[in-house]
C-alpha cells in the first residue's frame, strides 16, 4: 500500500493494485463519523460498440444498456440488495454517467461489513428472462417521464445539436425502442467484459482505519476467481469538427421558455492532468465572464434576460467536451444575441486581471469546500482518476494559470461556429 500526502491539503491518500487488477484508493479522514465508499467501472453510455483483443468482429449492444445494468446488479435471485445494506445501518445507490458506472454506499458503522456487500452484489450477476423483462417496463416508464421534462429536454437537445455522430448525444438510459433488445446474455457479456476488477476502483472516504479495510478487500477479492483482464477496444464513430446543427426547439408544457447555449470543443484527446488543466482553465473563463459576480450576468439580469437558474458548467472527456450555459428566459433569442454580443466584446477586450483573479479564487474557494463532504470528494476523486488526473492536484493547477492562458482560451474555445443552441417553448 502506498502513501501520497498532500500536506497543503492535509490528507493522506493510500493507493493499491490487486493481483486482480483493481485499484483501491483510501483516503481517512480524522474526526468524520460518515464513510462513503464508491465501486465504479470505467463503463458508461457510449461504450455501445467495442472489440475484444484478437477478436475481429464489432459487438454493438443496445443503447441505454450501462444504465439498466447498473439498475439489474442490484436484484438478486434471493432478493433485493437494499435491505442488506438496510441492515447494517448504510444508504445506498448508484448512477450511470457518459462513460462510468458507480455504485455507492455510505454509513456511519459497519464499514467493513458494508463494503464485503457492496463488492459482491457488484461482482456477482444475476439475470433472468422474467426480470429483465419487468425491468423495461419500469425503466420504460422513467425515459417516458424524461420526454416531458424540460429540463432534460433542453439538455439533451442541445447536445444533439452540438454532435452529430458521437454517442454522447443519446441519452444515458436509452430508449424504449433500445432497451427493448436487451437480453440476459448481453447483459452477462456486458458485465464479463467491463465489470472485470482491472476495469474497476473502489474508493472510500471518512472515518475508517485504511489498513483494516484494505485488509478486507484483499480478503474478499482472493476469495473470488476472475478470468484474464479482457483488452477492449472501445470503438466511436468519427466525429465532424463543427456542429451538428445550429439550433433546436421543441414545445413543452412550460409557463417560461429555457435556453441553452452550447459550444462544442474542438481540443479533445485530452487525459490526465492535461484534462483537469483544460477543465479548471474553462472554468475560470466561464466563471469570469459569467458568474454571479460578473458584469455581464448583471447586464443580462438587468436586462430582465435571465433569473437565479443562470448557470454554466463545462464537461472534459478524452472523446469529448462541451461548455453550457443558459436558463430561463422570457425572449431566448434576445438572450442568444446578447450572449453572443458579449463574448464578442470580451474576445476584443479580454478578460481583465480582476476578473480572472476572482473567478480563480471563487474556484480555489469552490474545491476547497468540497472537502468537507465525503459525497462530493468520492465523486470528482473517481470521476478524474479514472481518467489519469488527480484531483487534489487542483489548488496547484489552478495557482498555475496565467491571464494569457484565460485569453487564448476564450478566444479558442467560444467561436461562434462551433456554437449550438436548444429551446423549449410553451405549447
Not at 448481453?186 to 465489470?195: G, M, V, W
Not at 460578473?294 to 437558474?309: E, K, P, T, V
Request: charged share 20%.
Amino acid at each position: 500500500m502506498r502513501e501520497i500526502h498532500y500536506d497543503s491539503l492535509q490528507l493522506t491518500l493510500y493507493r493499491d493494485v490487486l493481483d486482480n487488477g483493481l485499484v483501491v484508493y483510501l483516503l481517512p479522514k480524522a474526526g468524520f463519523q460518515q464513510t462513503f465508499a464508491s465501486f465504479t467501472t470505467k463503463y458508461g453510455s457510449i461504450d455501445s460498440q467495442f472489440r475484444l483483443a484478437h477478436q475481429p468482429q464489432v459487438i454493438t449492444v443496445p443503447d441505454g444498456i450501462a444504465h439498466f445494468l447498473e439498475h439489474k446488479m442490484f436484484e438478486k435471485e434471493r432478493g433485493d440488495v437494499f435491505p442488506e445494506f438496510a441492515k447494517l445501518g448504510a444508504s445506498a445507490n448508484a448512477f450511470t454517467t457518459f462513460d462510468q458506472t458507480t455504485y455507492l454506499f455510505s454509513s456511519t458503522d459497519h464499514v467493513l461489513e458494508n463494503t464485503e456487500v457492496l463488492l459482491n452484489f457488484v461482482q456477482e450477476p444475476w439475470f433472468s428472462e422474467q426480470s429483465v423483462e419487468k425491468e423495461k417496463g419500469i425503466i420504460g416508464q422513467e425515459i417516458r417521464m424524461y420526454d416531458d421534462n424540460p429540463d432534460w429536454q433542453v439538455f439533451f437537445n442541445l447536445l444533439r445539436a452540438l454532435y452529430k455522430h458521437h454517442p454522447v448525444h443519446l441519452p444515458i438510459a436509452g430508449t424504449v425502442e433500445s432497451i427493448a433488445g436487451i437480453t440476459p446474455d448481453i447483459l452477462y457479456t456486458c458485465h464479463e467484459t467491463f465489470y472485470h476488477p482491472s476495469n474497476m476502483m473502489f474508493f472510500a472516504v471518512g472515518g475508517f482505519h485504511p489498513e483494516a479495510l484494505l485488509a478486507h478487500i484483499r480478503k474478499n477479492q482472493a476469495a473470488k476467481s476472475f478470468g484474464p483482464a479482457p483488452a477492449i477496444d472501445r470503438v466511436l464513430p468519427e466525429e465532424p469538427g463543427p456542429v451538428s446543427e445550429p439550433n433546436r426547439t421543441v414545445h413543452l408544457g412550460v409557463s417560461q421558455p429555457r435556453c441553452l447555449m452550447g459550444w462544442k470543443d474542438a481540443k479533445t484527446g485530452l487525459s490526465g492532468p492535461a484534462q483537469l488543466a483544460q477543465e479548471m482553465l474553462t472554468g475560470v473563463v466561464l466563471e469570469a465572464l459569467f458568474g454571479k459576480s460578473s458584469d455581464f450576468y448583471h447586464r443580462l439580469m438587468d436586462a430582465g434576460l435571465i433569473d437565479q437558474n443562470f448557470s454554466w458548467e463545462y464537461e472534459c472527456a478524452p472523446t469529448y467536451g462541451y461548455s453550457v450555459l443558459g436558463g430561463n428566459t422570457p425572449n431566448p433569442q434576445a438572450l442568444v444575441d446578447t450572449v453572443q454580443s458579449l463574448i464578442d466584446e470580451a474576445m476584443k477586450i479580454g478578460v481583465s486581471e480582476e476578473a480572472f483573479e476572482r473567478s480563480r479564487r471563487k474556484a480555489i474557494g469552490r474545491f476547497i469546500a468540497t472537502l468537507d463532504s465525503p459525497g462530493a470528494v468520492a465523486r470528482s476523486f473517481v470521476s478524474y482518476a479514472l481518467r489519469g488526473a488527480d484531483v487534489f492536484t487542483t489548488i496547484d493547477v489552478l495557482e498555475r494559470l496565467t491571464l494569457q492562458q484565460v485569453n487564448d482560451r476564450l478566444r479558442e474555445h467560444f467561436a461562434e461556429s462551433q456554437r449550438a443552441v436548444s429551446v423549449v417553448l410553451p405549447a
